[in-house]
C-alpha cells in the first residue's frame, strides 16, 4: 500500500499538471500509469474521483466562459454511455481492461498528433457525449471524442478549457457513483485517492506557471511523447503480468 500512495501522489500531481496547461489530458496520462501500481479498476475509480476535485474548482473559476448549452448537452449524453462503461469495467479481467486502456491511449495519440477533428453537427455532440461515458466508466478517459468535438466547434481557448472542464465535472460526479453501486470503491480506492489530493494542488499550480513561459509546440510534442509511454508502460505490465 505505501507504493500505491506514493505512486497516486506522484502521478496525481502529474496529472493535475497536465490539466492546467492542456485542459484535458490528466487521466491519459495517469489511468496507465497507476494501473501498473494498482491495477486498472482501482486506476479507474482512483483517476474520476481525483478529477471531480480539479474539474470543480476549475469550472467555478471559469464558469464566465462555460458554454453551458454545449455543456449540457455532451454531460447529459454521456450519462446514457455510462452504463455499457460500468459493464465493460466489472465484466472485463484485469490484462484485457488494461491493453484496452494501452490502445486506447496510443490510438488518442495518434489522433492528437495528426491533428484529426470531427464535423460540429448537433448529432456529432450527442455521439460524443455518449462515446465519453462509456469511455469514462470503463477506462477512466472520457477526454478524446470530448476534446475533438469542442475543437471542431472553434471555441475561443478560455471558453474551450471552461467548457470542457464542466463537462467533466459533471461526468465524473455521475460516474463515482456509478463506480459505488458496482462496489468498485475498495480499500486500494481510498488509499489512493486519499493520497492522491495533496498532490492535485502541487501540479496544478506548477502546470500554471509553465502554461505562461513554455512554447506550445514543445509541450505538445512533450506530451505526446509521455502519453505514448505511459500505454507502452501499462501494455507491458499486462502482458509480462
Known amino acids: 500500500m505505501i507504493e500505491v500512495a506514493l505512486g497516486a501522489f506522484a502521478i496525481a ?3 493535475a499538471f497536465a490539466q492546467s496547461v492542456s485542459g484535458f489530458g490528466s487521466a491519459l496520462v495517469a489511468v496507465p500509469l497507476l ?12 483517476i474520476t474521483a481525483l478529477s471531480i476535485a480539479m ?3 476549475a469550472t467555478a473559476r471559469e464558469r464566465r466562459h462555460v458554454q453551458w448549452r454545449v455543456a449540457g448537452t455532451l454531460a447529459a449524453t454521456g450519462l446514457i454511455g455510462m452504463p455499457v462503461g460500468l459493464l465493460l469495467l466489472t465484466s472485463l479481467g484485469a490484462r484485457p481492461l488494461t491493453l484496452l486502456i494501452a490502445a486506447l491511449v496510443l490510438v488518442v495519440t495518434v489522433m492528437l498528433a495528426s491533428g484529426w477533428s470531427a464535423q460540429p453537427g ?8 455518449v462515446l465519453s461515458g462509456a469511455m469514462l466508466t470503463s477506462t477512466g478517459m472520457n477526454g478524446p471524442p470530448l476534446v475533438i468535438t469542442l475543437h471542431a466547434l472553434r471555441l475561443r481557448a478560455d471558453a474551450f478549457r471552461a467548457t470542457l ?3 467533466f465535472c459533471v461526468q465524473d460526479v ?4 456509478g463506480f459505488v453501486a458496482v462496489g468498485q470503491l475498495n480499500r486500494t480506492v481510498l488509499v489512493a485517492v486519499a493520497a492522491g489530493l495533496p498532490g492535485l494542488p502541487m501540479g496544478w499550480l506548477l502546470g500554471d506557471r509553465v502554461f505562461t513561459r513554455i512554447d506550445q509546440h514543445v509541450f505538445r510534442r512533450v506530451v505526446l511523447g509521455m502519453l505514448v509511454i505511459s500505454a507502452v508502460a501499462a501494455g507491458a505490465s499486462a502482458i509480462i503480468g
Open 35 to 46: 494501473s501498473v501500481l494498482a491495477g486498472p479498476r482501482a486506476a479507474v475509480v482512483t
Open 13 to 15: 500531481a502529474l496529472a
Open 55 to 57: 474539474t470543480a474548482l
Open 174 to 177: 455521475a460516474a463515482v457513483a
Open 165 to 167: 472542464q464542466a463537462v
Open 122 to 129: 448537433p448529432w456529432a455532440r450527442r455521439s460524443a457525449g
